[in-house]
């Protein structure tokens, strides 16, 4: 591989997070390369998983299709938030870093006067609930809880009781019921989940991370997993050969050692939602994501426009059942390549979503 400068960052991190080059097939295949996909925001997180898929599966309906059967779930999971992750990983991954979440929110669930002995309790009332296949929203796992006597108090005391059975293993998603969102027994959910000891489950998320999202620096991987710099240091000693490194201005990057050789620039448009994985799996965004200057994004996580491994514009959507308008907005004058390139970006997220797309030029948010 030819050594890397800053500008080859962007367009490296494209071709391994399967934008550019060999698409999946299914969404599971999607998840499963990249470890967790953060999905606190449904539908945008279905679109970066679209971006990632060619063939029958690329399409909001099929994404939803794969949810609802369970082929992806969604959990609170690393940093924390949801994010979908694959029936096989959820137990390792909950394992090894919910310890570190709890740890995290313990002051909030003091505040909110949780303690563990709530928890526990909450676990068994939840677990019951749900047993032999049922599917309830949140607001009946209140109800249940509150029938067995326990104070849920505010929104943020059942919030809690609820992250924490997932914390536990103990819940998962479930399917969707109309447009809310169901829990299911993570036992039922995902049967064949497998768990993996400590250093194993460590070594498997730092190769997996810097796999499919490489070049990428100890920490960037301490941020995106939600693990200390001291786990994240550790990782990549377990994952030994398996990994490879470059100095690029005196920061070590660390990638796949049978990553293919850097990409040249495309002229392919990417809207990237809120949230992708090229967005929240770096730190120092505008610098050593895309090459770009500390101008070019001053929100790291909003919805961007790339070409070339660059951010060029932000953009946001209002869809219907019918039909999207795409606002954009460029941080400097495009040509007409890269305008048409933008058009055909949002030709392709209209088909994903079924809908008739209208682009509409900004100069600025209003």
Request: glycine share 10%.
């Amino acid at each position: 591989m030819a050594p890397a400068t800053p500008g080859h960052l962007g367009p490296r991190r494209l071709s391994q997070q399967r934008l550019t080059r060999d698409p999946f097939a299914t969404p599971a295949e999607v998840v499963g390369w990249l470890g967790a996909v953060q999905s606190q925001e449904y539908q945008p997180a279905t679109w970066s998983l679209g971006m990632r898929l060619r063939g029958p599966g690329a399409t909001s309906a099929e994404i939803d299709r794969a949810f609802d059967e369970g082929a992806i779930l969604r959990t609170h999971i690393m940093r924390p938030t949801w994010h979908f992750v694959t029936p096989e990983d959820i137990r390792w991954l909950l394992e090894l870093t919910a310890p570190r979440i709890k740890r995290t929110i313990a002051n909030y669930s003091r505040q909110a006067g949780l303690d563990e002995a709530t928890f526990a309790r909450g676990n068994e009332v939840i677990a019951d609930a749900l047993r032999g296949g049922k599917h309830l929203l949140r607001s009946e796992l209140g109800e249940a809880l509150t029938a067995a006597g326990l104070d849920i108090g505010d929104r943020m005391r059942l919030q809690f009781i609820v992250m924490n059975a997932e914390l536990d293993g103990v819940i998962c998603s479930g399917p969707r019921l109309g447009k809310q969102f169901s829990y299911a027994l993570l036992a039922e959910r995902a049967p064949q989940a497998k768990t993996l000891p400590r250093e194993e489950a460590l070594a498997e998320l730092t190769r997996r991370y810097f796999t499919s999202h490489g070049p990428a620096t100890v920490r960037d991987f301490a941020w995106w997993s939600g693990l200390t710099m001291g786990d994240a240091k550790a990782g990549l000693a377990l994952a030994g050969d398996g990994l490879a490194h470059e100095e690029i201005e005196g920061q070590m990057y660390y990638f796949a050692a049978d990553a293919l050789p850097a990409a040249e620039a495309t002229r392919e448009a990417f809207l990237l939602p809120t949230y992708d994985e090229m967005l929240v799996g770096y730190t120092g965004f505008a610098a050593a994501t895309m090459g770009g200057r500390p101008r070019d994004n001053p929100n790291q996580f909003s919805a961007t426009v790339v070409i070339g491994g660059r951010v060029v514009a932000h953009w946001r959507r209002t869809i219907s059942a019918k039909a999207a308008v795409i606002e954009i907005a460029p941080f400097e004058p495009l040509s007409d390549e890269r305008r048409e390139a933008i058009f055909a970006a949002a030709g392709r997220y209209g088909q994903f979503f079924g809908v008739s797309v209208e682009c509409v030029w900004l100069a600025s948010w209003l």
